[in-house]
């Protein structure tokens, strides 16, 4: 079963402009972490951001936010002053929780993020 | 340099040949993972190790194995590659607490 839903396929947004992608997660768990990658077309995964859910504070990293929302599940990446180089897929991540299972994340379909000049 | 390396990078073989994807990372990390990403599935985890002599299945382990018999090193086995294995894999490592480092990615096709 999906635990990681990205609705969005695709996502347009012209430079300069602010393009929000959603996802959103099944858990009945209380302690888990949340991550979004970034997949160019060289195809490298890059660790966009990630959030830890007992922090009820939302995730930053320069112009990547997050809106975390931990009893609706979702966990939405804010793309602030989108650049040429923010055009890549978007994958959302869980990390199942667990001594054990660190190393295991379950990703979303992708978003593929579009931006026009 | 911490990085994860794959090898190859591109792989074509025929259905039946053995095969392995090696994957190596220099950041003595306890986890390591193997990925497989198709279009509109996204990655889904074929194996992971905790550490060493210690692996277990992901979501989509059939086909495969694995071997963490060193702490950087954690080969993908494919004994008799189908079609179906046609895919870009990845493999990743990291600590506990931490994200994962991808490595480049092996794009694979089974012919």
């Known amino acids: 079963a999906q635990t990681v839903t990205q609705s969005q396929p695709e996502m347009s947004v012209q430079e300069a402009e602010t393009v929000t992608l959603s996802c959103t997660y099944d858990t009945s768990e209380s302690d888990y972490y949340l991550f979004w990658y970034k997949q160019p077309p060289s195809r490298q995964m890059i660790l966009v951001i990630r959030q830890e859910a007992y922090k009820q504070q939302n995730a930053t990293e320069n112009r990547f936010s997050v809106n975390f929302q931990k009893a609706a599940k979702s966990f939405s990446l804010k793309i602030s002053d989108s650049q040429l180089g923010d055009a890549a897929m978007y994958f959302c991540a869980y990390r199942i929780p667990g001594t054990d299972s660190w190393g295991k994340l379950q990703f979303g379909a992708g978003t593929q993020v579009v931006v026009t000049p | 340099e911490a990085q994860v390396t794959q090898n190859p990078r591109y792989l074509i073989t025929v259905t039946g040949k053995k095969l392995t994807v090696t994957c190596s990372q220099n950041?003595?990390?306890?986890?390591m993972s193997w990925y497989r990403q198709d279009p509109g599935l996204g990655l889904r985890q074929i194996y992971y190790s905790m550490n060493v002599e210690v692996t277990d299945k992901g979501d989509v382990p059939e086909g495969y194995k694995v071997s963490r018999k060193e702490k950087r090193n954690f080969p993908l086995i494919l004994e008799s590659p189908s079609p179906n294995q046609t895919s870009l894999y990845f493999c990743a490592s990291s600590l506990r607490g931490k994200g994962y480092t991808f490595g480049s990615g092996t794009r694979l096709t089974v012919v």
């Open positions: 950041m003595n990390h306890e986890y």
